[in-house]
């Protein structure tokens, strides 16, 4: 393990999207702002000391601003629109519009509390951390690679979630470069106009590169499959089928009072099922693998790092609620907890252990 850790190679791409996946859940776990402020700093840190110079690792930025602008939403709707929440310190008191009566349990205007605007901060800002943390998987996990990890029966679902994932970072390369251009040559980049010229350029570039794409995935056999018999058609769809309703059952279950009994067998069994499905269903399509990426001890960590959060976050949630929840009636100032903070800080552990990469690496 020790030479494994010495030996410098690219991470597996699961790992990345493990770790900020388990980001994420650690942080609808908490309503406490100091502990999704961590959640940020932390996945921050890690996205500006990990991530390489590639056209995929620059989403981190337009992710962020999408959750700001979630949480600006959020609180522009409970300004608007109210909310059922009592509260006493009045902000500020709008103007109420009347509404018919078939929109009842509808307000637009009307007093605006502090305790209606905590909440909206608090539940805003939980979803801004989620798609932040989102964004940090983006930024640091290869596409690509993350293609070639995974089951040939999603090979083709996948290709399209990675063209459609690349496509809006080579748009806003697009966008710069000839705006670029057009401002070294004097001509104007802004307005109506300038969008015209701007925009009509980066369509072509666009159409011209969908094209090679779709000629170099024909030249590779995409969209072919081998034939297998009607009896193995069959059971990869009674396995898929079953495999997804026993996931649903058991989901339900778990989340129901009645069902705590058989919540989890079920749900262990849908997911059996449903992986002996994709097994099987990975024989319409065989392919090879160029250089497989292997999970080693560098991509356990970074996974596990992220796992440890997640995990104390649902410990701390069921044995300290109040700390992980700060009241918002009557408000209560939010404090830190401890060890579940010690837990997020693990997350750092991928800046100190995770591979130095190719300053330019290959899209």
């Known amino acids: 393990m020790r030479a494994d850790l010495a030996r410098p190679r690219n991470l597996h791409a699961a790992a990345?999207?493990?770790?900020?996946?388990?980001?994420?859940?650690?942080?609808?776990?908490?309503?406490?702002?100091?502990?999704?402020?961590?959640?940020?700093?932390?996945?921050?840190?890690?996205v500006v000391t990990c991530r390489p110079d590639a056209p995929w690792s620059r989403s981190y930025s337009a992710f962020v601003k999408l959750a700001l602008a979630v949480l600006l939403v959020r609180l522009a709707f409970a300004v608007t629109l109210g909310s059922p929440l009592p509260g006493t310190h009045v902000i500020v008191?709008?103007?109420?519009?009347?509404?018919?009566?078939?929109?009842?349990?509808?307000?637009l205007g009307g007093e605006v509390t502090g305790e209606t605007l905590l909440f909206a901060f608090y539940d805003g800002l939980k979803l801004a951390t989620l798609l932040i943390c989102v964004g940090a998987a983006n930024a640091l996990a290869n596409p690509s690679r993350l293609l070639k990890s995974l089951p040939g029966a999603l090979y083709e679902i996948g290709v399209a979630v990675v063209v459609a994932l690349t496509f809006a970072?080579?748009?806003?390369?697009?966008v710069q470069r000839v705006r670029a251009a057009r401002r070294l040559r004097g001509r104007p980049d802004k307005g109506m106009r300038g969008l015209l010229h701007v925009g009509l350029p980066v369509l072509e570039g666009a159409l011209e590169r969908?094209?090679?794409l779709a000629a170099a995935m024909d030249a590779r056999g995409y969209g072919r499959t081998a034939d297998v018999p009607t009896r193995v058609r069959r059971t990869t769809t009674a396995l898929t089928l079953g495999g997804l309703l026993g996931i649903c059952a058991g989901t339900y279950g778990l989340l129901t009072a009645e069902g705590g009994t058989y919540g989890l067998p079920v749900l262990l069994g849908g997911a059996a099922a449903a992986l002996a499905g994709l097994r099987l269903g990975g024989r319409r399509t065989p392919r090879t693998r160029y250089r497989p990426d292997r999970w080693n001890a560098r991509a356990f960590l970074v996974a596990g790092s992220g796992a440890v959060a997640a995990v104390a976050l649902f410990l701390a949630s069921a044995t300290d609620p109040a700390a992980l929840h700060p009241g918002v009636i009557p408000p209560v100032a939010p404090t830190l907890p401890l060890?579940?903070?010690a837990a997020i800080l693990v997350g750092l552990l991928?800046?100190?252990?995770?591979?130095?990469?190719?300053?330019?690496?290959p899209s």
Not at 20 to 28: D, E, I, K, P
Not at 93 to 107: C, F, K, M, N, V
Not at 169 to 174: C, G, S
């Open 16 to 46: 990345w999207w493990l770790w900020a996946l388990s980001l994420g859940v650690a942080a609808t776990r908490t309503t406490n702002p100091l502990l999704h402020a961590l959640l940020i700093a932390t996945s921050a840190y890690v």
């Open 93 to 107: 008191t709008l103007p109420e519009l009347p509404l018919p009566d078939w929109a009842q349990g509808i307000r």
């Open 169 to 174: 970072p080579h748009f806003i390369a697009d």
């Open 210 to 212: 969908s094209v090679a």
């Open 339 to 341: 060890w579940p903070a």
């Open 350 to 361: 991928p800046a100190f252990i995770a591979p130095n990469v190719p300053h330019k690496e």
